[in-house]
């Protein structure tokens, strides 16, 4: 278990599409779960994706306890995704602001689906199916679109809905 270094946007490792997992219960999966888990806690993060630390496997975790970064939103019990498939649910959309420990201290208004339906494998291969909405249909769609090298920017609704946390919560737009 190690905290691993995160990319940060600019880096084209960011920028390349994963791989699926082909062998699940390796010790090879589940030091790499360790390391993301470790890495997204010490960082404070609600979720983070393997090619974050440079590696291009299809494995994100998430997971959301009271977080600072995150005040207002609710708790989500830590998950771990391999290979996870997302499939939108209804026509409904949601506005909302994200951050991302590969873009530190920047936060933009992002559209994403209200509602979906998640089929994924655990580490272990045991099947995960859920339906999921509001933020957690969030955390699930910012962290899965890092596994095709998409990040939170290159989804803005508008440039000038995007900025530095400091200045868009002085200027009320973000709590
Ligand atoms: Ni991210």
């Known amino acids: 278990m190690a905290i691993r270094p995160v990319l940060r946007l600019g880096d084209p490792r960011l920028r390349l599409a994963s791989a699926p997992v082909q062998r699940f ?3 090879e999966l589940h030091a790499l779960v360790a390391d993301l888990r470790d890495t997204m806690a010490e960082r404070a993060g609600a979720g983070l ?13 998430y997971g959301i306890t009271a977080n600072p970064r995150y005040p207002e939103a ?14 939108r649910l209804g026509e ?4 909302g602001w994200e951050g991302c420990l590969s873009v530190p201290g920047l936060r933009g208004e ?7 339906r998640l089929e994924a494998f655990g580490p272990g291969g045991e099947p995960i199916a859920a339906e999921v909405e ?12 890092h ?10 609704v508008c440039t000038e809905r995007f900025g530095f ?3 868009l919560r002085a200027a009320g737009l973000i709590p």
Request: proline content about 11%; glycine content about 4%; some cysteine.
């Open 49 to 61: 994706a393997a090619p974050q630390i440079g590696v291009h496997l299809r494995v994100v975790i």
């Open 92 to 95: 409904e959309e949601q506005l």
């Open 147 to 156: 596994l095709d090298g998409l990040l939170f920017p290159d989804r803005l």
């Open 134 to 145: 509001g933020f957690h249909a969030r955390v699930v769609q910012h962290e899965c679109d």
């Open 74 to 87: 609710p708790p989500i019990p830590e998950t771990v995704l391999v290979n996870p498939r997302l499939t």
């Open 25 to 27: 219960d390796t010790p």
């Open 110 to 116: 992002v559209r994403r689906w209200q509602r979906l």
């Open 165 to 167: 946390s400091e200045e």
